[in-house]
């Protein structure tokens, strides 16, 4: 099992949008609707911000979204603010039981 | 409000098995739901290592199946991980969560609770 591939860095000025990409292959991204992900502040828990590819867990803030297509799935940031400023990682279902981590996306509030 | 604290030395010579418990507060574990762990090697992305249901059911990464043993104790309301035969590569923060398979009959893949971790440093 490969990870998924992210950027490593992505960056934005208070109030841009930033949108990280998330590819993986046919048989994870591509194959279910089972995408989801993570930010990570140092020192916390990593958090979900979106789960099933678009979905957000009650109290993230719409700002945050999410989408796929083909084998890619994107986490977009709108209206960013300085406490976005984390890591994010996407995770995909990859069939019979498992599961994929990216290689994570150090998000800067420039 | 559910948390998961993780826990264990932090310390591991090579060749030998690391140990972690991960207990869960606020939740009783045999309710229901998936509990996996997660680890990060420094400057790394995360890897699943393995999910275990409540009954027991377990589901591992295949590259570290055959190192990887994760139980569930009820009456502790706590999960564990054993990794045998460690070497450096298994230096990392290991992560224990909830992962939602199912709720309300619709199936998900996701974590939605993480405790802080816990750095576990594989060296003589």
């Known amino acids: 099992q490969s990870a998924l591939t992210q950027p490593p860095s992505a960056s934005g000025s208070p109030g841009q949008s930033v949108t990280i990409s998330c590819t993986g292959t046919s048989s994870d991204v591509g194959a279910y609707d089972y995408v989801s992900w993570y930010q990570y502040h140092p020192g916390k828990a990593p958090k979900v911000i979106i789960y099933d590819v678009n979905k957000r867990p009650s109290g993230v803030p719409d700002r945050f979204s999410g989408s796929k297509s083909d084998n890619t799935a994107s986490l977009t940031v709108s209206g960013l603010q300085a406490e976005d400023e984390a890591d994010y990682y996407c995770s995909s279902y990859a069939g019979s039981n498992s599961l994929m981590f990216g290689g994570g996306t150090k998000v800067t509030v420039l | 409000q559910v948390q998961l604290q993780e826990s264990g030395p932090g310390l591991v010579r090579p060749s030998e098995t690391l140990s972690l418990t991960c207990a869960v507060s606020g939740y009783f574990i045999g309710s229901g739901f998936y509990w996996g762990w997660i680890r990060q090697p420094p400057g790394k992305g995360l890897e699943w290592i393995g999910s275990i249901f409540h009954s027991g059911y377990t589901h591992h990464n295949s590259s570290l199946k055959s190192r990887v043993t994760i139980s569930v104790d009820t009456s502790k309301n706590q999960i564990s991980l054993k990794l045998n035969h460690v070497t450096a590569a298994d230096t990392a923060v290991y992560y224990c969560?909830?992962?939602?398979?199912?709720?309300?009959?619709?199936?998900?893949?996701?974590?939605?609770?993480w405790g802080r971790g816990t750095l576990v440093t594989v060296s003589s």
């Open positions: 969560a909830r992962l939602v398979t199912l709720t309300r009959g619709v199936y998900h893949w996701y974590f939605d609770l």
